[in-house]
């Protein structure tokens, strides 16, 4: 569950790093770099709306960020922006967790493995038109075969209804199936109530 919110306290929290991955400035999801990501007060939102780690649900309500900042033993763990739009949206994660990702990814850079570079993000609303999406997946499946991987962002433009459950599905099967001869969704599609972000790589030769 998330954490309740007081005065500074020791938090048990180990987070996994299996949730979304992080949209920082240079839009890149949990396979980039720790150091680039925006963590605790380089986070420039003052209300955040907080990943739940078991559920993968967002809380209810925004939290003040100082708020969740004080509640948290911040030796142990770090809050990190998962994304800014289409709102403010933040995961706690274990500092162990996280540097054990960072040294990962290192060595697979070392390798030349591109697998483990930043993935590319590509923001879609859920009432995208038909020329602006074969023009979005283009250029997803470009970064495929230049070896990146590609985050897909499906969310609600301002003033958009929010399509239900079922459209969300038939939407997210549309991508799925307009990729599927160059990748795969290599994790679990990451949905909350108004997005969703599906995790594509190229099939491997």
Avoid: C
Wanted: glycine share 4%; proline share 6%.
């Amino acid at each position: 569950m998330l954490p309740a919110l007081r005065a500074p306290a020791h938090s048990s929290y180990q987070r996994s790093l299996t949730l979304i991955p992080s949209l920082t400035p240079t839009r890149s999801y949990a396979a980039a770099d720790t150091s680039r990501k925006l963590t605790n007060d380089k986070i420039p939102h003052t209300h955040v709306r907080i990943i739940d780690p078991e559920t993968s649900k967002l809380s209810p309500a925004p939290t003040r960020l100082t708020d969740l900042l004080a509640s948290l033993d911040l030796k142990k763990d770090l809050v990190e922006l998962a994304t800014s739009s289409p709102e403010p949206i933040v995961r706690i994660v274990g500092r162990k967790e996280a540097f054990a990702r960072y040294k990962e990814q290192k060595k697979a850079l070392k390798k030349g493995n591109k697998s483990g570079e930043a993935a590319k993000e590509i923001q879609l609303t859920w009432g995208v038109a038909k020329g602006d999406l074969e023009h979005k997946l283009a250029k997803a499946r470009t970064h495929m075969e230049k070896g990146h991987r590609v985050a897909i962002v499906l969310a609600p433009k301002k003033g958009q209804t929010l399509p239900t459950p079922k459209e969300m599905q038939a939407r997210a099967q549309e991508v799925e199936e307009a990729l599927q001869d160059i990748g795969k969704e290599w994790r679990e599609r990451e949905v909350t109530k108004t997005m969703m972000i599906m995790s594509f790589q190229k099939h491997s030769s």
